[in-house]
Structure formats: C-alpha cells, structure tokens
C-alpha cells in the first residue's frame, strides 16, 4: 500500500503487530504522544488497558501489552501518512458518488463538510492524486 511507504519505522512495527486498520486508529487517537504500556498488574493498568482497548480493540490491545508491556510507547503523529489516506479516502468516494450520477460540485460540497475542509481544498486534492505505477505506461 502506497501510503504505508510514509510510515515511520515505529509506526511500521505497529502495523506489522496489529494491521494497519488499527494502527491507523492508534495513531489517530494517541499520535504525538508517550504512552505508558501497561502490563495490567493494577489499578492504573488495567485502566491504561481498557483506554488502549478502546481504541483499537482487546485483540490488538492484547497483543500491544504482550510485545510493550511496561515500558513506553511513543506512537507519532503521521501526518503525512494520514493526509495520504484521507486524500485517498475523498479520492475514492469522489469516484463512486459521481459514477452513482451524483453532480462533482454536490459530491464535493459533501467532502468539504464531511473532512472539514474548504471546497478548494476538495478540488485541489482530486487533482492532484497520485498516479499508481500500474497505472503508468513503460518507456521501454
């Protein structure tokens, strides 16, 4: 996936732990900050477990207390990965909206309230996606 080539090592490992789709979660909910990994021996553990719980469920929860347990966790923020996978994401939906009929302006008016943005901004990122190597012809 293109927008894993962004990641920072750190990141990579967590993905490689539990899946981007969680990772991504992580990221999004604790990125910029240390957090403490508990190894669920009290009171204060078992609450910092159930906060990680929450945000990327008791299986990968689990298995991060398994592999970080008692020591710290820095999960960055990512921004470059994460506006990647949003500009995918708008990218993606732009696609199947208009395909559905749906008006551009309509479709891009929903986007720019949807990720709080300005319609511009819409505008310019679906013009600027990225072009997939499989998409482009060989020269040779």
């Not at 990968?60 to 999960?75: I, P, S």
């Not at 302006?105 to 072009?131: N, Q």
């Amino acid at each position: 996936m293109s927008e894993q080539q962004n990641l920072p090592a750190s990141v990579q490992e967590l993905v490689d732990l539990i899946g981007l789709p969680k990772a991504v979660l992580l990221v999004r909910s604790l990125g910029g900050t240390t957090f403490p990994v508990p190894k669920r021996q009290t009171k204060l553990g078992e609450q910092r477990y159930n906060m990680l719980a929450d945000v990327v469920g008791e299986d990968a929860a689990d298995t991060l207390v398994a592999h970080f347990g008692g020591g710290e966790l820095y999960v960055p923020r990512c921004a470059a990965a994460l506006q990647a996978v949003r500009d995918a994401e708008i990218n993606a939906y732009f696609v199947a909206e208009t395909n559905k009929g749906r008006s551009s302006a309509e479709v891009v008016f929903h986007l720019a309230r949807r990720y709080k943005l300005s319609d511009r901004r819409i505008w310019l990122i679906l013009k600027t996606v990225p072009v997939k190597p499989e998409d482009q012809f060989r020269l040779v």
